[in-house]
């Protein structure tokens, strides 16, 4: 084991107005496997510039704000930001496994006394939750049924006005097409 030879730098948030940055010099390992190897970093990402705790912030204020007013905020320029929170977001979703989705399940639920709704989209085969969103969906959706296979799809609905159930095998791009209208 050795030290790294030069100290990496991290931004971290800004403490009284002041930009922090952390140094440190990692330690890393010559494996006969993987070759050279460098410790996990705790405070941050792999390949990161910025802390875990400013991405944070930056997710933060990006949800309430316009990329621009939180660069402003944070101190940092727009393009750095965006940079920064593109990284984040590419770096979450990647461990967001919705890829092999067959079977879905939408429910809402009422909570705080039956006054606030949460619309909730799970996965049936895997037993878990894949999506929650606040609010409860509009009455006037359709549900659609998808029945995948390599080439042909075929989709099943409920008709608003007859109560009939309707299928129609489509190819995929027809699939999309259709959905687009709807």
């Known amino acids: 084991m050795r030290q790294a030879q030069e100290a990496r ?3 971290d948030v800004a403490i009284l107005g002041r930009k922090t940055l952390f140094w440190y010099a990692p330690k890393e390992i010559l494996c006969p496997t993987h070759g050279l190897v460098q410790e996990k970093i705790p405070w941050a990402a792999p ?5 875990y705790r400013l991405e944070f912030r930056i997710c933060a204020l990006c949800q309430i704000m316009t990329q621009k007013a939180a660069a ?11 940079h920064c929170l593109h990284r984040v977001i590419t770096r979450v979703r990647t461990g ?12 809402e639920i009422a909570y705080c006394k039956g006054r ?10 895997r037993s878990h939750v894949v999506w929650v969103g606040h609010g ?3 009455m006037d959706v359709t549900t659609y049924g998808l029945d995948v296979a390599k080439r042909v799809f ?18 995929r791009a027809a699939l999309i097409a259709f959905l687009t209208k709807q």
């Open 96 to 107: 967001h496994k919705i890829r092999g989705l067959v079977t879905l399940g939408a429910d």
């Open 47 to 51: 390949y990161a510039r910025i802390t």
């Open 116 to 125: 606030k709704y949460a619309t909730i989209i799970y996965d049936l085969d």
């Open 72 to 82: 402003a905020i944070l101190k940092m320029a727009p393009s750095t930001l965006s």
């Open 9 to 11: 730098s991290w931004e």
């Open 136 to 138: 409860a969906m509009p």
């Open 154 to 171: 075929q989709l099943y609905w409920v008709d608003r006005q007859t109560g009939e159930i309707c299928n129609r095998q489509m190819s």
